[in-house]
T-cell receptor
Framework: AQKITQTQPGMFVQEKEAVTLDCTYDTSDPSYGLFWYKQPSSGEMIFLIY??????QNATEGRYSLNFQKARKSANLVISASQLGDSAMYFC?????????????FGKGTLLTVNP | NAGVTQTPKFQVLKTGQSMTLQCAQDMNHNSMYWYRQDPGMGLRLIYY???????DKGEVPNGYNVSRLNKREFSLRLESAAPSQTSVYFCASIVGPSNQPQHFGDGTRLSIL
């Protein structure tokens, strides 16, 4: 079974609108974390936001927020007020267990296109 | 302001040739990683190193070897390249703790003919 599932291969959104990118995960470890990365067409991996399994509040970073529903095992990324520069591939990734040498398991990604 | 530096950025090999991908970080990070990215597959972990002198296998280690030369450098070697190893390779590092993100290099695009 896949540990990280991103069910939307591609998404379209109009500039200035909000968009939600879905991510569901599967783990039996009580300590885990979810990361979202952005990969523009230039290829680099850009960290966006992090949510820990014990965090009481949903993470927010500027226009990015994470809709974390622990019981449903989902960690959806919400981008508010989309910009043309948000067009990119977005990856959800999970860390299982603690420690400073953690491994990440990535989803297959969602390609977001922002239309003017 | 270098962060994680990968060399080369592009490489074309013939089947059976050997190649070493270099990765260096200047952030005094303890842990370093090698991933490969294939179309539609996301990133998959090849090998990682929790500290200088230690290495461990990830999800897809077959056909690769690694060396943690020192705290800064972590290299990935293809001894006998195969077309199935055509991919984009990313190096990443982290100092910890576990709520900190892995920092990625810009990637090496490798084609094996």
């Amino acid at each position: 079974a896949q540990k990280i599932t991103q069910t939307q291969p591609g998404m379209f959104v109009q500039e200035k609108e909000a968009v939600t990118l879905d991510c569901t995960y599967d783990t039996s470890d009580p300590s885990y974390g979810l990361f979202w990365y952005k990969q523009p067409s230039s290829g680099e991996m850009i960290f966006l936001i992090y949510q820990g399994s014990y965090d009481q509040q949903n993470a927010t970073e500027g226009r990015y927020s994470l809709n974390f529903q622990k019981a449903r095992k989902s960690a959806n990324l919400v981008i508010s007020a989309s910009q043309l520069g948000d067009s990119a591939m977005y990856f959800c990734a999970m860390r299982e267990g603690g420690g400073s040498n953690y491994k990440l398991t990535f989803g297959k990604g969602t390609l977001l296109t922002v239309n003017p | 302001n270098a962060g994680v530096t990968q060399t080369p950025k592009f490489q074309v090999l013939k089947t059976g040739q050997s190649m070493t991908l270099q990765c260096a970080q200047d952030m005094n990070h303890n842990s370093m990683y090698w991933y490969r990215q294939d179309p539609g597959m996301g990133l998959r972990l090849i090998y990682y190193s929790a500290s200088e002198g230690t290495t461990d296998k990830g999800e897809v280690p077959n056909g690769y070897n690694v060396s943690r030369l020192n705290k800064r450098e972590f290299s990935l070697r293809l001894e006998s390249a195969a077309p199935s190893q055509t991919s984009v390779y990313f190096c990443a590092s982290i100092v910890g703790p576990s709520n900190q993100p892995q920092h990625f290099g810009d990637g090496t695009r490798l084609s094996i003919l």
